[in-house]
């Protein structure tokens, strides 16, 4: 059963949400801003939780934890608690004014069954169009007093400020690279030199690390992505574009095989001006990295990795696949 003291970091939210069920003064509704999988969703479940429970305990720190036996917590740990709403949408990439008004609208003026609180949860409400704030502004301004609506985003930049301005504002912080190792040998037994290369691909996500550590296929991955830049510069077209397809097939999430991309880069832009093996992640790959560290200049390793960036930021974009990563391998076969 997960409590506040099993959320990695984030110390600034647990305090905050902790404080607000220990002085009674939770606000109707709150926004969570983190990178998928970053522990939003975990953190917004927790909260809930605790909000519900019928006989919270204080840790020795005096943080609010739910009990995790009561009729409650049960409930909300298989998901199935009458209270605790998961607003849904049709569309993949859209929540539409009908989807608020069927989610929310329609049951809210319904009193809690069992409990204080009426909770919803809204996972990617930055998804939510204009129209569809809108509508839901109308019950943000004035809710009943029972409810606590818990918005979950990737980033506010889509949020109108009217929403904004009437929600208290949580943003996920990076884990410090400390707290992710102890979670990663400790926590879950991954060994030490695994941890170092999930740590450094996370950048701070502990969803992510923790993705990446029980891979089944992450070394198959890493050794692919790594075999393709090692000999990028000597395949042909026809070659690059067979590697495209793999990199496709694999069903692995594309980010993170960009991030092994540009965790190889950076090493190889770290030896080429320090000479210095120990801060390497693919400190195993020393001889490739010292070979493309003579071979490569400074503005060509920079300029791929501003590429991998801008792949990134494309295919955020919906900017075609295809297209993306052949502009992509393209360039880092000329640098």
Known sequence: MARFSDIVGQELIKEQLQGAIREDKVSH??????????????????FAQA?????????DKGGIEPCG???????????????????????????????VRDGIIQTVQIKPYSSKYKIYIMEEADKMTPQAQNALLRTIEEPPEYVVFLLLCAG????LPTILSRCVILNMRPV????????????????ESRAEICIAFARGNVGRAKALASSEDFDKIRTSALSLLKNIREMDTAEVMEALKQIREYGFD????????????????????????????????????????????????????????????RLRSQVSYELTMELLLLTIQES
């Open 29 to 46: 509704a709150y926004i969570i801003s983190g990178e998928v999988r970053s522990g939003k969703e975990f953190v917004a479940k927790i």
């Open 51 to 59: 909000l519900l429970c019928e006989d919270p305990k204080t840790d």
């Open 69 to 99: 036996e009561c009729h409650s917590c049960r409930q909300a740990v298989g998901l199935n608690h009458p209270d605790i709403i998961f607003v849904t949408h049709a569309k993949p990439n859209s929540i539409g004014v009908e989807d």
């Open 156 to 159: 506010t930049d889509t949020l």
């Open 176 to 191: 410090q690279d400390d707290e992710m190792r102890l979670y990663l040998t400790r926590e879950l037994q991954v060994p």
């Open 254 to 313: 594309i980010n993170d095989y960009l991030d092994i991309m540009a965790v190889w880069y950076r090493d190889i832009l770290l030896f080429k001006a320090t000479h210095d093996m120990n801060h390497l992640i693919f400190r195993d790959e020393i001889t490739s990295i010292q070979k493309a560290a003579q071979n490569c200049d400074y503005e060509g390793i920079e300029e791929v990795i501003r590429a991998l960036e801008v792949a990134k930021s």
